[in-house]
């Protein structure tokens, strides 16, 4: 790799992480608003309808170290909720599959 280039990579790479840390809250909303087209405001409106908690299980946030993840129709791009990263997880994995659904809570309710 050229010297060059890996010098200016490393330093953006550095100030990147610097920008991150000083200015955390600029870049959650930045990333809320390109991927989800909403604002900050908008997100901690969501969040106080919750009462601060996972819309499915209903967890607070302080119980994670991470925020909560805009939850949305990928059909439709309307925006449902705020998920803890285990449910968002959850879903992602069984939204698209109802069937399977099915079949996991008649497993779940056999062996109970």
Same mark, same amino acid.
């Given at each position: 790799m050229n010297t060059h280039y890996q010098k200016y990579r490393?330093? *953006?790479?550095? %100030? !990147? %992480?610097?920008?991150?840390?000083? *200015? $955390?809250?600029?870049?959650k909303e930045s990333g809320i608003k390109y991927r989800h087209g909403i604002s900050l405001e908008n997100y901690e409106k969501i969040l #106080? #309808?919750?009462?601060?908690?996972?819309? @499915?299980? =209903?967890? $607070?946030? !302080? +119980?994670?170290?991470? #925020?909560? @993840?805009? +939850?949305?129709?990928?059909?439709?791009?309307? @925006? %449902? =909720?705020l998920l803890c990263y285990?449910?968002?997880?959850?879903?992602?994995r069984i939204e698209n599959i109802p069937d399977n659904f099915k079949r996991l809570l008649e497993y779940l309710e056999k062996y109970k």
């Amino acid at each position: 790799m050229n010297t060059h280039y890996q010098k200016y990579r490393e330093q *953006y790479i550095r %100030r !990147s %992480r610097e920008w991150r840390k000083k *200015y $955390p809250e600029r870049v959650k909303e930045s990333g809320i608003k390109y991927r989800h087209g909403i604002s900050l405001e908008n997100y901690e409106k969501i969040l #106080k #309808k919750q009462n601060g908690m996972c819309a @499915i299980c =209903g967890k $607070p946030q !302080s +119980d994670f170290k991470r #925020k909560f @993840i805009v +939850d949305h129709c990928h059909k439709t791009e309307k @925006i %449902r =909720g705020l998920l803890c990263y285990r449910c968002n997880t959850l879903l992602g994995r069984i939204e698209n599959i109802p069937d399977n659904f099915k079949r996991l809570l008649e497993y779940l309710e056999k062996y109970k």
